[in-house]
């Protein structure tokens, strides 16, 4: 984010990415609370002994976790359409 706002009064962004998280092996899910929106105030990969635990912290809809014995990954820059 920038200090620079739009036209509309909003910060301009710059350097998006797509970012991709693969997880196999899944051990155990939870997800909870699914709805129209699903916003995540963080994301926290720690490792455990079955592997590695996603904790998705909910704002507001979806929110739970993910065991799996791996997960990898990308980060690529990515440009709105």
Excluded at 5 to 14: H, I, N, P, S, Y
Excluded at 20 to 37: A, M, S
Excluded at 59 to 64: D, H, Y
Aim: glycine share 8%.
């Amino acid at each position: 984010m920038t200090s620079e706002v739009d036209e509309k009064g909003c910060f301009r962004l710059e350097r998006h990415a797509l970012v991709t998280f693969t997880l196999t092996d899944i051990v155990e899910q939870l997800l909870e609370e699914w709805n129209h929106q699903n916003v995540l105030m963080g994301l926290v990969i720690t490792e455990v002994p079955e592997g590695y635990r996603m904790e998705l912290d909910s704002t507001f809809g979806v929110g739970g976790h993910f065991i799996a014995r791996n997960i990898s990954v990308s980060v690529e820059a990515w440009r709105k359409p």
